[in-house]
């Protein structure tokens, strides 16, 4: 089992790898990822996943990427991420996947979210429609 804790300056380069290894999970400027919640699952001293959040209400939290190294991959790395994030509140928490993304989707159901609605052309390069899911513990 991963260890799960707060995302810091020094683990941007291992962010940045996995992110260039994830074709599927969203691109940013990894610095950005700093300015919100951002958690780290390690094995030994490996980062072998991130998941970037931010708090939109009170008791609504937004998913803006998580992503896993291959090699750590079908491992329970996003499974333990995930419960981090839902595990302790009552707090909503939505996220968009790319419609095409079945593998994301059937893991995000697989842990309780729901999907609620569709955002046509909400990616691009390709554009794409991005399904709305929502997971409340």
């Known amino acids: 089992m991963p260890i799960i804790r707060r995302g810091e300056v020094a683990d941007l380069p291992q962010i940045d790898a996995i992110q260039a290894a994830s074709p599927e999970a969203a691109r940013w400027a990894v610095a950005d990822y700093l300015d919100h919640d951002l958690l780290v699952a390690l094995s030994g001293n490996q980062v072998a996943g991130f998941l970037a959040s931010r708090m939109v209400a ?3 939290c937004e998913v803006l990427t998580l992503a896993v190294a291959p ?36 893991f995000y159901n697989s842990i309780g979210f729901q999907e609620v609605t569709m955002r046509q052309k909400y990616y691009q390069s390709p554009s794409e429609c991005a399904i709305v899911m929502k997971f409340h513990s």
């Open 71 to 106: 090699e750590f991959r079908r491992q329970g790395v996003g499974r333990a991420m995930m419960a981090a994030l839902t595990g302790n509140s009552s707090v909503t928490v939505f996220l968009e996947v790319r419609e095409s993304n079945t593998i994301a989707r059937n």
């Open 58 to 60: 009170a008791d609504e």
